[in-house]
């Protein structure tokens, strides 16, 4: 399912327009960026959660050229799976 798959289902379900379905997935996605740019959490029960990590600074290497590089520190976003939708997806 991408953006568009979400944004038609909502509209349908809830009869709503592809307009207002549209404002309201990019205002859930906009609340989850800003959450996640600040530093913050998002759990959603039995779904799972979204954090960020930071990676240190690391000496790596190009596999293409083999040249030796230095990695600066850096934030990412990461999803853990909620242990209910874990045994959904599992068949239990």
Do not use: C, Q, W
């Not at 850096?74 to 997806?89: D, N, Q």
């Amino acid at each position: 399912m991408n953006r568009s798959d979400l944004i038609s289902k909502l509209a349908e379900k809830h009869n709503l327009t592809e307009k207002n379905a549209t404002d309201i997935v990019d205002l859930v996605f906009d609340g989850f960026m800003d959450t996640l740019k600040n530093g913050g959490r998002i759990e959603i029960r039995g779904f799972g959660s979204f954090i960020v990590r930071e990676y240190g600074a690391y000496i790596g290497r190009n596999p293409k050229t083999g040249k030796i590089v230095d990695v600066k520190p850096k934030k990412a976003p990461f999803f853990k799976v909620g242990r209910e939708l874990k045994k959904m997806v599992d068949g239990k």
